[in-house]
């Protein structure tokens, strides 16, 4: 199993602010993948960030407001731009096992005033 | 595309009672299945995954889950719950050959004394 980090856990930010949140992880993995969960909902699917190529985005995302970076195979960086309040989620960090399985980081709770 | 159904927004169950939560999937292609599991304020845990082979796989903590094939369902299991069971229950999917995982509303398990 992979044991995958996240910071910072938790953060109150003021509208027009950005918030750059930080995934590691223990081993060197191909794929990184961004999740947001808005509050009393499901995942939903940001972006898949591989080492060394820019990032895909999913339908409803875009770069300039979610920027991705992955320096290396064992790190990944997400960037909130521009926050509004409809940006208040939980962010997630993930990774795919070996057996297909995905790993999560505790998340990033982001509530914007 | 993959999509998930979570058929129960909310169970809830007194404390040694079995429980069932409901999972339907679309997928024209062969998927593998995942259960997972979010505690208040936490990230997510994988309870159980159905690759391939015996339909019945079991998962932590005393939970299992069924595969069926012709009704698309993967409905989770438990003979008797405990009041730490209480948390958010998510099924997801994902196609064999691909890297996106689909995941379904969530199901709010709540056990009661």
């Known amino acids: 199993s992979a044991v995958i980090s996240q910071k910072p856990s938790r953060d109150i930010c003021q509208r027009g602010t950005s918030l750059t949140i930080q995934c590691q992880v223990d081993s060197q993995v191909t794929m990184m993948f961004w999740y947001r969960q808005q509050p009393g909902q499901s995942l939903t699917l940001i972006a898949t960030?591989?080492?060394?190529?820019?990032?895909?985005?999913e339908s409803g995302f875009v770069i300039d407001k979610f920027p991705i970076s992955r320096p290396n195979l064992t790190f990944s960086t997400l960037t909130v731009s521009n926050m509004s309040p409809e940006d208040s989620s939980i962010y997630l960090c993930?990774?795919?096992?070996?057996?297909?399985?995905?790993?999560f980081g505790q998340g990033t709770r982001l509530t914007v005033v | 595309a993959q999509s998930v159904t979570q058929l129960d927004s909310q169970v809830p169950v007194f404390e040694e009672a079995p429980v069932e939560l409901r999972c339907n999937y679309s997928?024209?292609?062969?998927?593998?299945l995942f259960w997972y599991v979010q505690y208040p304020n936490q990230g997510l845990q994988l309870l159980l995954k159905?690759?391939?082979?015996?339909?019945l796989v079991k998962g932590i903590n005393g939970f299992e889950a069924e595969f069926n094939k012709s009704q698309t369902s993967f409905h989770l299991r438990k003979p008797s719950v405990h009041i730490s069971d209480t948390a958010e229950y998510f099924c997801a999917v994902k196609e064999t050959s691909g890297s996106r995982l689909t995941f379904g509303e969530g199901t709010q398990l709540t056990v009661n004394p």
């Open positions: 993930s990774v795919e096992g070996q057996h297909t399985e995905a790993f």
């Open positions: 960030a591989n080492q060394g190529s820019e990032a895909t985005y």
């Open positions: 159905y690759l391939s082979g015996s339909t």
């Open positions: 997928s024209s292609v062969s998927v593998y």
